[in-house]
Structures are given as structure tokens and as C-alpha cells.
């Protein structure tokens, strides 16, 4: 559950494109707002009735990280946004059952990873990854993520994700929801304090600080996606030390100058 405003959300994720990647997709701008005909044409309420999944999609990706990035439909599915016309719009789109298709379910990850790179290398060691290779049985980013929604659940996706797989019926390790539940308990703490550091940093305008203090969060946030809990439950351990000592140390110096005016 997040409890900063949407607006407030929307200025975050904007200020840290801008701060860490330097607008790479040219307009950081909603990608709502911009013309392309797959947004013009699949917007249309209409498909509530005539093609209910067409409208959820939709409804899905508007308003996410991804559109607020300025990420359109054609990042991920290719197709021609200058044409007005379906089946020229269409061109070069294959079925997603097509296994040359790059949302065909095995290719997930590779698709997501063009942009999440850590990401996917982390992912690519997973029991997980070996598991949706060969088996068909793991998870890929869209099982926990959503399509084109691009949620992070952080704790709460323990009910809706990994208790779907990992239960006492199906008898795949059902002691990892507990460990899955204290790990992410603490990156979820972990954010908590960087929120505020972030905060406190740019009050005292030393926004630069933060830069050790993210690249510490994303890495364990990497870390995570290769589900060896062996390894990622005294790294969370660590990060969360971490993350509280500089949480503090700030705090300290806030109430000290304060104390001098
Ligand atoms: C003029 C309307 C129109 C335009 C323009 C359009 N689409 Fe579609 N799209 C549809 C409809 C309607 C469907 C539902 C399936 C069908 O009728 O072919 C669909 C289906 C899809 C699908 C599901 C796969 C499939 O083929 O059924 C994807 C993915 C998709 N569109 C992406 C895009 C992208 C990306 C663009 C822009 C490059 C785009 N669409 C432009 C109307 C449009
Ligand atoms: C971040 C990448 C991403 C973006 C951006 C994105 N999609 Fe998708 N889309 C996906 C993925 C992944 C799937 C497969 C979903 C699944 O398996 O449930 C998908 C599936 C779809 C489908 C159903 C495909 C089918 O064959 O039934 C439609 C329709 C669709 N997207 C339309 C759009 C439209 C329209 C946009 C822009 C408004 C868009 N998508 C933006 C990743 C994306
Ligand atoms: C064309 C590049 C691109 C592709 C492809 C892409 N993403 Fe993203 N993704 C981004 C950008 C840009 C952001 C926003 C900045 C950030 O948080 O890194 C983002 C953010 C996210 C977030 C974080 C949202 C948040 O609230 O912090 C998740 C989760 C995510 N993407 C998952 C996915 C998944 C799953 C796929 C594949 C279906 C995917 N992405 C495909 C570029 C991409
Ligand atoms: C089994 C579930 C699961 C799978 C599979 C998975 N993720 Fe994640 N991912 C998570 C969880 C849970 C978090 C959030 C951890 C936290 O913040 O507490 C996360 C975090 C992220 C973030 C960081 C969001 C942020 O806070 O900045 C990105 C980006 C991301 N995942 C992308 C991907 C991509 C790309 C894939 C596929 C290669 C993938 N994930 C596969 C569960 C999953
Ligand atoms: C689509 C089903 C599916 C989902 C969803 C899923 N997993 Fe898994 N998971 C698997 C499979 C299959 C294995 C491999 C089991 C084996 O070792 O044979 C696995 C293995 C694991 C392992 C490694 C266990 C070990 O000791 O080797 C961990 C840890 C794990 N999952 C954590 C999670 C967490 C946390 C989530 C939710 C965020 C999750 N999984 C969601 C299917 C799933």
C-alpha cells in the first residue's frame, strides 16, 4: 500500500529519470498525452463493451511507472504509431502464443530485461529462470509485476504471487513465504529510510548523497531477483543497517544544527 499522493508519486519517479538517466526517452512527459495511434485508437471506451481485454490493457498501463516514464505501447510491442489504420499499426505485432513473439511467455524476461538489465542478469540465476525455461513451472516478471502495469508489491505480494506456487498442496517450499516475509519486511523498512533520507538531503541541498545511498537499495533490490534466500537474508540484514546508521547519523546533525540557531 503506498501512501504518498499520486501526484507527489508521479514528481518522484520523474525526478529520478531525470536524476539518473538524464530524460533517455526524449520527453519524460506522460506518454498518455502524446499522439501515437495505438493510444488514440486502443483508449477508446468503446472496447469496455466490444473488446474487454483491449480495455483493460489499457486502463492498465495508463497512469504506470511506465507510461509516467513517457514509455509507449510501441517500447515494448513494435507495430508502425504513424499509421491511423489497425492492420498497418499492426505491422510486424505476431500473436503473443507465437514463441517468436517477444511477450510469448519464456521471452518475458528478455523483453523486460532491454531495459532492467540488472535486473534480468540477477533473474538469469535464478531457480526460477531455470524453472520457466525448462519446466514451464517458474515465474516470469509478469507473474509478480503485471503486464503493463508495472506494480511493485513489496510485501503484499507474498498473498497474490508466491503463496499461488509455494503452498502447503503444492508442497514447493512452503517455508520460504515466512522467509520471503521477513526479507521483504525489511526492504520495505529499508525504503522507508532512504524515503527519508532523500528528504533530508535535499533539505540541507546535498542531493548528491543520496547516489550511495540508492545504488545500495537497487543492488540488494537486483539481488533479490535471483530468490536465493541463503544469500539475500544477511544482505537485507546488511542494507537495512545500513540505510538506519545514515538515517540516524542525519538526524543527529539535523537536531545539532537546529540547536545552534
Ligand atoms: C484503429 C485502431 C487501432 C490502432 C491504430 C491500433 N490498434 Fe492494436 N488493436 C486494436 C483492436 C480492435 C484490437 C483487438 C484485436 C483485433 O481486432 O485485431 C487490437 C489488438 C492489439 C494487440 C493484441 C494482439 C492482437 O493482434 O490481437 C496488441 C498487442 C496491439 N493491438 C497493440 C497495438 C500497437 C502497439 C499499436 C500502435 C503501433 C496499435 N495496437 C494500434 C485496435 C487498434
Ligand atoms: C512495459 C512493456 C509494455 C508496454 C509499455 C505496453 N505493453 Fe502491452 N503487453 C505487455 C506484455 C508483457 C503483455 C503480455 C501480457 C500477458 O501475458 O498477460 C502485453 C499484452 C498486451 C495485449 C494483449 C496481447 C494479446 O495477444 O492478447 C494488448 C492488447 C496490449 N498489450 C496492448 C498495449 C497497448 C495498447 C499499449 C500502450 C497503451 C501497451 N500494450 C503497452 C507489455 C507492454
Ligand atoms: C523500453 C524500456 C523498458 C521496458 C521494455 C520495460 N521497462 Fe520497466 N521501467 C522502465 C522505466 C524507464 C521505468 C521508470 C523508471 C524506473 O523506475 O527505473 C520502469 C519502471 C519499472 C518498474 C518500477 C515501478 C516502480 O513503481 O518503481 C517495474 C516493476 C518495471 N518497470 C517492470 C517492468 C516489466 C515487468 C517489464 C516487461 C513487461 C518492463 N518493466 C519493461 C523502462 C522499461
Ligand atoms: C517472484 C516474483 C518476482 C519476479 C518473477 C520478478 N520480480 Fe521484480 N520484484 C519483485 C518484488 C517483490 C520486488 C520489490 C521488492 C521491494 O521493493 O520490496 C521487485 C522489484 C523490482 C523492480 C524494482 C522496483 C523499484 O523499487 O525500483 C524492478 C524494476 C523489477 N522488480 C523488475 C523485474 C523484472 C524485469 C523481472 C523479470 C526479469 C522481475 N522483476 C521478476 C518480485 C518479482
Ligand atoms: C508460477 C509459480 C511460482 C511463483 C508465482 C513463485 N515461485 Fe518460487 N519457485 C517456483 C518453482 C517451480 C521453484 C523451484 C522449486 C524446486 O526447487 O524444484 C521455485 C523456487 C523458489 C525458491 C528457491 C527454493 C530453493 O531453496 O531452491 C525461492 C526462494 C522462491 N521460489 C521464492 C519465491 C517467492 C518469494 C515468490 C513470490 C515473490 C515466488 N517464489 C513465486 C515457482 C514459483
Not at 539518473?20 to 502524446?34: C, E, H, K
Not at 507510461?67 to 513494435?78: E, F, I, R, V
Not at 507465437?98 to 532491454?114: E, H, L, Q, W
Not at 541541498?205 to 541463503?230: C, L, Q, R
Request: charged share 25%.
Amino acid at each position: 500500500m503506498r501512501r504518498i499522493p499520486p501526484k507527489l508519486d508521479k514528481f518522484m519517479i520523474l525526478a529520478c529519470l531525470f536524476a539518473v538517466l538524464g530524460d533517455p526517452w526524449g520527453s519524460a512527459a506522460s506518454a498518455a498525452g502524446r499522439s501515437e495511434s495505438c493510444v488514440e485508437c486502443h483508449k477508446d471506451d468503446k472496447f469496455r463493451v466490444q473488446n474487454k481485454k483491449i480495455y483493460d490493457y489499457y486502463q492498465e498501463w495508463k497512469g504506470s511507472a511506465h507510461d509516467l516514464a513517457g514509455l509507449s505501447c510501441t517500447a515494448c510491442h513494435n507495430g508502425d504509431p504513424a499509421k491511423a489504420a489497425k492492420d498497418e499499426a499492426h505491422v510486424g505485432i505476431l500473436p503473443q502464443s507465437d514463441p517468436a513473439s517477444p511477450f510469448y511467455f519464456k521471452n518475458i524476461p528478455k523483453t523486460c530485461g532491454g531495459c532492467h538489465l540488472p535486473v534480468l542478469e540477477r533473474f538469469a540465476q535464478s531457480r526460477h529462470f531455470e524453472q520457466l525455461k525448462t519446466t514451464g513451472r517458474g515465474p516470469n516478471c509478469i507473474t509478480c509485476h503485471g503486464a503493463l502495469n508495472a506494480r511493485v508489491y513489496s510485501t503484499t505480494i507474498i498473498q497474490r504471487a508466491c503463496s499461488n506456487c509455494h503452498n502447503a498442496k503444492t508442497k514447493n517450499h512452503p517455508e520460504i513465504i515466512a522467509q520471503a516475509q521477513d526479507i521483504l519486511g525489511r526492504l520495505n523498512h529499508a525504503n522507508g529510510y532512504r524515503k527519508g533520507l532523500k528528504f533530508y538531503y535535499q533539505s540541507v541541498k546535498k542531493p548528491e548523497a543520496m547516489g550511495k545511498v540508492d545504488s545500495a537499495y537497487a543492488d540488494t533490490i537486483n539481488f533479490w531477483h535471483e530468490f536465493d534466500f541463503k544469500k539475500l537474508g544477511p544482505r537485507s540484514q546488511d542494507l537495512l543497517a545500513e540505510l538506519k546508521s545514515l538515517y540516524l547519523e542525519a538526524h543527529k546533525e539535523e537536531s545539532s544544527q537546529g540547536d545552534g540557531r
